[in-house]
């Protein structure tokens, strides 16, 4: 295994530096990919990039963190990686955890390693029923319970298998991205490993989430997830069923 680390960055107000402190400890290479943030962010940004060893890649525009995942994912693919480690720039996600993802990754390479996150008292009730949802979706969509939750950013790739996806075409852009990529690996065939690791909310963290227009962009995939399945339901069952 040759794996990497992805951080996707907008604007994070300096969180991503904590995150990049931490990440110094496990001696993987970061890549970490700016959607466009402000000039004064990216300056602090470029600074901080310097100082831990991480490389920065800066997309011109904001486009989403979708977008940016799918950056750094091509850039990971052009420098020979084997895996990406996805982390969010906020520190919401257990960096120390990542030695056990890591773990799950070299039992078998193939698979796409998820985290299943262990909320504490400080989570949004909203976010909580919001992932409920999701995950009885991605069930119906995959034909099987293999993804604990579609939705959190703490996740291993396989890089090959998921620069693929992005050459195609096929991920969207924004909070989306996340519940696509994972049902799209599934339907070709990737094992998923399930992770429990805890997932914060600090205090003044900063959340891009844009509660309507990026629900209906959920909404939207789901349907056209759905509709995927249908056809594809033959070919998922019959793999199954396989030895």
């Not at 924004?174 to 997932?199: H, K, T, Y």
Request: hydrophobic letters at 40%; glycine letters at 10%.
């Amino acid at each position: 295994m040759n794996p990497c680390v992805v951080v996707p960055h907008y604007n994070s107000k300096g969180a991503i530096r904590g995150v990049l402190d931490r990440l110094q400890t496990h001696g993987l290479p970061v890549l970490v990919v700016d959607d466009g943030s402000t000039e004064s962010e990216r300056e602090n940004l470029r600074e901080w990039c310097r100082e831990s060893g991480a490389v920065l890649v800066e997309r011109p525009a904001n486009g989403g963190k979708g977008a940016a995942v799918k950056t750094g994912l091509l850039e990971a693919s052009s420098r020979g990686y084997s895996h990406a480690i996805q982390v969010d720039a906020d520190g919401q996600h257990r960096i120390e955890d990542i030695p056990r993802f890591l773990d799950a990754s070299r039992r078998d390479p193939r698979a796409l390693v998820l985290c299943t996150p262990v909320y504490g008292d400080d989570v949004p009730t909203g976010r909580l029923v919001g992932r409920q949802i999701s995950r009885v979706w991605a069930w119906i969509e995959t034909l099987s319970f293999a993804i604990a939750d579609p939705l959190v950013g703490f996740r291993v790739y396989p890089v090959e298998p998921s620069a693929e996806l992005v050459r195609r075409g096929v991920l969207g852009d924004r909070m989306e991205f996340d519940l696509q990529v994972a049902v799209r690996l599934r339907w070709l065939g990737l094992p998923v490993a399930n992770v429990p690791s805890e997932i914060g909310y600090p205090e003044g963290g900063v959340s891009h989430f844009r509660m309507l227009s990026d629900n209906v962009k959920l909404s939207g995939a789901h349907t056209r997830l759905v509709l995927g399945m249908l056809w594809r339901a033959p070919w998922i069952l019959l793999r199954r069923r396989a030895p």
